[in-house]
């Protein structure tokens, strides 16, 4: 399978929005879930959200919920990520990953991009 490729990053203000995309055409059929994932610097990887790749079951971390938003454009096998009211916190390298079961673990996850950094400056 071809893995997922994450863009979008940038450095970017306190209060600034970003959109973060992941192309997966290339795993998205194998996929039941996928989720977007953050490693701050000097930390372990940890769940922003998970979704399921059929619509419908959305789970944010309570630091972004109300913040950030997924969707997808199930055409054309790209999710996103927006990202509003970044806080400085919020910085780290963001992951796109899929698997097939509900899960916040990163193990849990068998397809994995690259990663795009964010930036959020105070």
């Known amino acids: 399978q071809v893995p997922p490729v994450e863009s979008g990053g940038e450095s970017v203000q306190t209060g600034g929005s970003l959109r973060l995309s992941c192309a997966a055409s290339g795993v998205v059929g194998y996929s039941n879930y996928m989720g977007w994932f953050r490693r701050a610097p000097g930390k372990e990887r940890e769940a922003v959200v998970i979704s399921s790749t059929l619509g419908g079951h959305i789970h944010y971390v309570a630091s972004v919920e109300g913040r950030f938003t997924s969707s997808q454009d199930s055409a054309k096998d790209t999710f996103f990520l927006q990202m509003t009211s970044l806080k400085p916190e919020d910085t780290g390298m963001y992951f796109c990953?899929?698997?097939?079961?509900?899960?916040?673990?990163?193990?849990?996850?068998?397809?994995w991009g690259q990663g795009t950094q964010v930036t959020v400056s105070s």
């Open positions: 990953a899929f698997g097939q079961y509900f899960s916040i673990l990163p193990e849990d996850f068998t397809y």
